[in-house]
């Protein structure tokens, strides 16, 4: 099974200023058709989780565009290029090329 | 506007069965995989299941394999998660999503909590 792991598990940062998670899998995510499958999930405090990114970089559909994702292979990273107040919960990446798909185990962020 | 609204949790006791139930919306329901994710109180996201858009194909996480079943019915939109066995560790917010294998789980449901317990 990939396991996926992330760091910090934890982050306060100051609205204005960047913030990047990282996310690292045991295997590559990179599929034959050329596709790397690595999706970022954020839950804010008291919701469902949503979907932020899939396949790396792509932003969902309503996300603002001070989230980006970047990477390749087993290494990933998720940037807030300029955090609001708004961005606050727990951050998961989760990988869902193989079975079973996993998530990795949130990285918390909170404002200072 | 695409919605997902879970129902059936509740509290049962050890070794009782309970069944989940989630209902679709807003979309084309059996052109999409589905699935169940679980995140027991103050922990993180667990996939549990998933089923592909005609229902033929299944999986579920170790945990769980054996005791639950995910089913669907297309003609009715809506997802079912069979739980038996039930113990104390399956205690959770269990979500339906839509999205399963290689697809992201791209809309959830607001959950619908299981307890476990004597």
């Known amino acids: 099974d990939i396991v996926m792991t992330q760091s910090p598990l934890s982050l306060a940062v100051t609205p204005g200023e960047p913030a990047s998670i990282s996310c690292r899998s045991s295997?590559?995510?990179?599929?034959?058709?050329?596709?790397?499958?690595l999706d970022w999930y954020l839950q804010k405090p008291g919701q469902s989780p949503q979907l932020l990114i899939s396949?790396?970089?792509n932003r969902a559909s309503g996300v603002p565009d001070r989230f980006s994702g970047s990477g390749s292979g087993t290494d990933f990273t998720l940037k807030i290029s300029r955090v609001e107040a708004e961005d606050v919960g727990v951050y998961y990446c989760?990988?869902?090329?193989?079975?079973?798909?996993?998530f990795g185990p949130g990285t918390k962020v909170v404002i200072k | 506007q695409v919605q997902l609204v879970e129902s059936g949790g509740g509290l049962v006791k050890p070794g009782g069965s309970l069944r989940l139930s989630c209902a679709a919306s807003g979309f084309t329901f059996n052109n999409y995989y589905m699935s169940w994710i679980r995140q027991a109180p103050g922990k993180g996201l667990e996939w549990v299941s998933l089923?592909?858009?005609?229902?033929?194909?299944?999986f579920h996480a170790d945990s769980v394999r054996g005791r639950f079943s995910i089913s669907r019915d297309n003609a009715d939109n809506s997802l079912y998660l069979q739980m038996n066995s039930l113990r104390a560790e399956d205690t959770a917010v269990y979500y339906c999503?839509?999205?399963?294998?290689?697809?992201?789980?791209?809309?959830w449901g607001q959950g619908t909590l299981v307890t476990v317990s004597s």
């Open positions: 999503s839509r999205g399963g294998t290689s697809e992201p789980l791209d809309y």
């Open positions: 295997q590559s995510l990179l599929h034959s058709n050329g596709y790397t499958y």
């Open positions: 089923i592909s858009s005609s229902g033929y194909t299944k």
């Open positions: 396949l790396v970089s």
């Open positions: 989760m990988q869902p090329l193989q079975i079973p798909p996993a």
